[in-house]
C-alpha cells in the first residue's frame, strides 16, 4: 500500500538572518526564541498544515527554510 | 592567541613501551632514527602476509578521541569506499583550551603521528596527507615540520604537507578545517566532513582524524588489535591521553586504560592539593561532575555517562574548595560567546545572553533568574549549524546542577566564597583571526 509522503521543517541555521517571516506564517509550528530567529517542531508536519509551510517555505527572505521529505528509516530522529 | 609553551604540559610517563607517552623523550624530541629503534616497521597494505588495515582498525574498537568518539574503522571503511581522489587531514586544531594532549605527541614524538597518519592514507588510498596544526602552537607546528623533512629522503608516494589554521576554537570543527585548507575562512559550514562525501578537501572523499587517534592506529597496526583490547573495558579498548590540571600537584598529561577510577587518575597528576569540589571534565565543551560522588567513578564513556559528562578531548581540572564554579563557568561561556563564527542567530545571539546571565547569577541567583537560564539553554541547544552552541549549553546546565548550592547562598545574597580569589581555570584570550 502506498502511504503519502511525509515532511519535516528544517532551518539551515547559517542562512537563517531572523526575518521571522515564518514564524508568522506558520505559528502553530514555528515559534521564536528570545532573540527573534525561529524554532522549528523536529516532528512531521502534519497533513493540514504542509500547504502552510511551504507558503513558509516560499516566503523565507534568507530561502533558510526547507521541507524535507521523511525517509521511514529516518523517522524515528 | 595562546601561548604555546606555557600550556605545553609534561607528559607522566608511567605507561608500557608501546604506550604513546612512552615515546615522548623527557628533554625533548624524538628522531627517526630513536622511533624506528624504538618499534618495528608496521605492516602496510603491501606487506606480505597481505594485512586489511581498514579491518585491522575496526577490530581494535578504537575510537576517535578529538571529542566525538566515532568509531575511526568506520570512517576509514567509509573514506575508502568512495571514488578518489582522497585526503587524510590530521587535526590537531585542539582548541580545547585546558588540553595539551595532541600538541605534547607533535612536538615530542611527531613520528609515531606521521606513522598514523600515512598508514590512514594507505588504509583509504589517499595521496595527500595534510597535517593542520593550530597557528599559535609553536611547537607543535615546529616539531611535525622537523619530522616530516625527515622522511623526505625517503621514496614516498603519499604526499605530506603542514598547514597552520588559525587560532580559533571552532576552526578544529571538521567542515570548518575543511573549508580553511580549500581556501576559506576557517568556519564551519554546516555540512560534517570528516567521512568525507562531497564535503572534503576539493569536494573529494576527505578522512579527517584527531592526532592522537593516529598515534593509536599506528600502534594498533603495529602490536595488532587484540594487544590495544587487552587494556581498557570491553565497550571501551585501549588507553587514551588525559590533560590532568587545575588543583593537583603535577599537572600534566597522561595515558591512562579506560576506566581506571577518576580518583587514580587524579593520583598521575600527583593529586589534589587540597579540597576538591568538582570536576571540569571533558573540556570547555564538558561538564562539571561533582566531588567526591564522581571521585569513584570509572574515565570512560560509560562511566562519565551517569554524571552527565563525557571524555570529549580528554580534559579533567581540579576545581578547590572555594573557588566559585559560577564564575569561573561565566568566564567560560564568555570566551563561548566570543569564540562564536557568528554565522547562527542562536549562537550569536544566544552566547552572549547566557554569560551575562550566568555572571549575574554571581550576585542574583533567585529561581527567576535560574529558570531563564535553563530555558535560554533549552532553546539554544541543536540550533546551530556546528557543535559550538551545544558545547555552551552543556557546560551551563552541569554548573546549575553541580553549584546548586552556591545559586541558593547567591540567591540569599551570602557573599560568594570565591569571590576577589584569583580564577582557577585558565581562558585564553580568543582568536582574532579566521584565514
Redesign the interface.
Known amino acids: 500500500m502506498r502511504t503519502a509522503r511525509r515532511y519535516r521543517l528544517r532551518v539551515d541555521p547559517i542562512g537563517c538572518d531572523g526575518h521571522a517571516v515564518c514564524a508568522e506564517l506558520l505559528p502553530e509550528w514555528i515559534r521564536l526564541d528570545d532573540w527573534g530567529y525561529p524554532i522549528v517542531r523536529a516532528e512531521i508536519v502534519p497533513p493540514e498544515l504542509l500547504d502552510h509551510a511551504r507558503w513558509a517555505v516560499a516566503n523565507c527572505p534568507a530561502l533558510a527554510l526547507r521541507l524535507e521529505p521523511v525517509t521511514p528509516e529516518a523517522q524515528v530522529r | 592567541m595562546r601561548a604555546d609553551g606555557a600550556t605545553m604540559a609534561p607528559a607522566d610517563r608511567s605507561t608500557g613501551p608501546a604506550g604513546l607517552l612512552a615515546e615522548v623523550s623527557p628533554s625533548g624530541w624524538t628522531t627517526l632514527d630513536e622511533h624506528r629503534r624504538r618499534h618495528p616497521a608496521p605492516p602496510t597494505p603491501t606487506s606480505t602476509p597481505r594485512v586489511d588495515l581498514v579491518d585491522l582498525v575496526r577490530r581494535s574498537g578504537l575510537g576517535g578521541r578529538g571529542g566525538a568518539g566515532f568509531p575511526t574503522g568506520e570512517k576509514l571503511r567509509a573514506v575508502a569506499s568512495r571514488p578518489g581522489p582522497r585526503t587524510v587531514v590530521v587535526n590537531a586544531s585542539e582548541g580545547e583550551p585546558a588540553s595539551a594532549k595532541d600538541r605534547l605527541l607533535l612536538a615530542r614524538a611527531p613520528h609515531l603521528v606521521l606513522d598514523g597518519a600515512l598508514l590512514a592514507a594507505a588504509a583509504v588510498g589517499a595521496e595527500t596527507v595534510v597535517v593542520a596544526v593550530d597557528r599559535a602552537h609553536a611547537r607543535a607546528l615546529e616539531g611535525v615540520r622537523r619530522a616530516v623533512v625527515e622522511r623526505r629522503a625517503e621514496a614516498a608516494r603519499i604526499d605530506v604537507r603542514v598547514a597552520a589554521p588559525p587560532s580559533r576554537y571552532v576552526a578544529g570543527e571538521s567542515s570548518a578545517l575543511v573549508r580553511w585548507i580549500d581556501g576559506g575562512p576557517a568556519k564551519?559550514?554546516?555540512a560534517p566532513a570528516h567521512t568525507g562525501g562531497a564535503g572534503g578537501v576539493g569536494g573529494r572523499p576527505t578522512l579527517v582524524q584527531n592526532v592522537e587517534t593516529l598515534a593509536h592506529l599506528a600502534q594498533i597496526v603495529r602490536y595488532g588489535p587484540a594487544w590495544f583490547t587487552a587494556t581498557g573495558t570491553a565497550a571501551e579498548p585501549g588507553t587514551t591521553l588525559v590533560t590532568v590540571s587545575g588543583a593537583v600537584a603535577r599537572p600534566c598529561v597522561t595515558e591512562v586504560p579506560w576506566g581506571m577510577p577518576i580518583e587514580e587518575l587524579l593520583g598521575r597528576a600527583g593529586g589534589p592539593t587540597g579540597q576538591t569540589q568538582a570536576l571540569l571534565v571533558g573540556g570547555f565543551s564538558g561538564a562539571w561532575v561533582p566531588v567526591p560522588s564522581a571521585l569513584g567513578a570509572p574515565y570512560s564513556r560509560a562511566g562519565l555517562a551517569s554524571f552527565g559528562a563525557a571524555p570529549g578531548a580528554g580534559v579533567v581540572v581540579a576545581l578547590p574548595e572555594g573557588a566559585c564554579g559560577l564564575a569561573e563557568t561565566a568566564r567560560v561561556l564568555q570566551w563561548f560567546a566570543e569564540e562564536s563564527a557568528g554565522?547562527?542567530?542562536?549562537?550569536v545571539?544566544?552566547l552572549p545572553?547566557v554569560a551575562g546571565a550566568m555572571a549575574s547569577l554571581e550576585w542574583d541567583g533567585s529561581p527567576d533568574a535560574v529558570a531563564r537560564l535553563r530555558r535560554?539553554a533549552d532553546?539554544?541547544e541543536g540550533?546551530?549549524?556546528c557543535g559550538h552552541p551545544d558545547g555552551a549549553v552543556t557546560l551551563l546546565r552541569s554548573a546549575l546542577d553541580v553549584f546548586a548550592v552556591d545559586l541558593r547562598r547567591h540567591g540569599q545574597g551570602t557573599p560568594c566564597a570565591g569571590a576577589g580569589r584569583p580564577p582557577v581555570l585558565d581562558v585564553p584570550a580568543a582568536g582574532t583571526e579566521w584565514r
Open positions: 564551519p559550514t554546516g554565522q547562527c542567530g542562536p549562537c545571539r544566544g545572553a535560554w532553546d539554544i540550533r546551530g549549524g
